[in-house]
């Protein structure tokens, strides 16, 4: 499939009902995650017959991109039943039936499962709501989660930390490039709808 | 929940937990449904595959005729296995039931196929 149409049919993913502004809950935006999904295919061959976790999976936005680019299972994880119900009906409208949903947190993740994934993809949040180190969290988690390698979007501002703690834990981080991205308005006395940061998608390389 | 998913999963996040696996199942309700075979995959899978505990979760759904008794040693071509393994694994799911931790007894509710594994500050 080609990352237009790629694109194209992830417009149809619904977003939220109600974000939860604490979880920094917003879609990955279609032209994002159809970036990322494809690279991921193409250049690394990680998606076809792979085994993929999409931690915090939210509305199922990368978990969908998996499918529609032949990922062999995929498993999505979330802390927020609502979000799992928004992604199982976002699930039921693609008519895609190999992605089972998981309620749980990072915390419980890491040891959930008694054995790998091939690849885990994320775009977590980003630690900008009182949850500060909370993307590092979610790579920790990744990285043991993952046999082959994780996908990961990070603050660009933050990308030498990013990668110093990711080789410290084994991992052979490689930048695969930058994007620009708007981030939904936080608190009430942001007057802006939006703000645009700069963001590393990342490939850490586990094996 | 598909099979394949209850195969990978333990309550080991739960303290005093050493294992936490398998998880037993409590099925209340139980759907098949269709999925498309990718005979490639499955037997990619295979080997990761806890064949006993796979069983032991059919058992426990009420399809533990569809199970083969074991793994094949030339399982790769054996399209007949390879169907039957996908069948298992990813065709038969649980929508309403429980799951429950082998060491403590914590029952981890599923409801509308997706589990809740969400623990307490006090059991981590």
Not at chain 1, 122 to 131: A, I, L
Not at chain 1, 151 to 156: G, M, N, V
Not at chain 2, 4 to 33: C, F, W
Request: charged letters at 25%; hydrophobic letters at 40%.
């Amino acid at each position: 499939m080609k990352l237009k149409e790629l694109e194209s049919h992830l417009q149809e993913v619904e977003g939220f009902e109600e974000p939860k502004i604490l979880l920094e809950q917003y879609p990955t935006r279609p032209h994002i995650a159809a970036c990322m999904i494809h690279t991921i295919a193409s250049s690394f061959d990680d998606i076809e017959n792979r085994s993929i976790l999409d931690l915090g999976c939210g509305c199922g936005m990368l978990s969908i991109g998996c499918v529609m680019l032949g990922a062999g299972s995929v498993v999505g994880v979330d802390i927020d039943p609502d979000a799992l119900d928004t992604c199982q009906q976002n699930l039921e409208d693609f008519e895609m039936d190999n992605v089972d949903l998981i309620n749980a947190s990072v915390e419980e993740a890491g040891l959930l499962f008694r054995n790998k994934f091939d690849v885990v993809v994320m775009n977590p949040p980003f630690g900008t709501k009182h949850n500060k180190g909370l993307d590092m969290k979610f790579l920790e988690t990744a990285l043991k989660l993952a046999s082959r390698s994780v996908y990961s979007l990070h603050k660009t501002s933050t990308r030498d930390h990013v990668l110093k703690k990711a080789q410290s834990w084994g991992a052979k981080p490689q930048v695969v490039a930058e994007l620009r991205y708007d981030l939904p308005a936080t608190y009430k006395h942001h007057t802006k709808a939006s703000v645009d940061i700069n963001v590393d998608f990342i490939r850490f390389a586990v094996s | 929940m598909k099979l394949l998913t209850h195969n990978m999963l333990t309550s080991k996040a739960i303290k005093q937990v050493n294992t936490g696996y398998p998880l037993l199942i409590e099925a209340r309700d139980v759907k098949v449904s269709e999925v498309e075979f990718n005979p490639e995959f499955i037997a990619k899978i295979i080997p990761k595959v806890d064949w006993d505990c796979l069983r032991r979760a059919a058992e426990q759904l009420g399809h533990l005729d569809k199970i083969p008794a074991s793994v094949p040693d030339t399982y790769e071509n054996q399209q007949e296995f390879l169907k039957q393994a996908h069948h298992v694994l990813l065709e038969i799911e649980l929508i309403n039931g429980d799951l429950v931790c082998p060491e403590s007894n914590r029952k981890f509710p599923v409801t509308d196929g997706i589990p809740n594994m969400l623990l307490r500050e006090d059991e981590i």
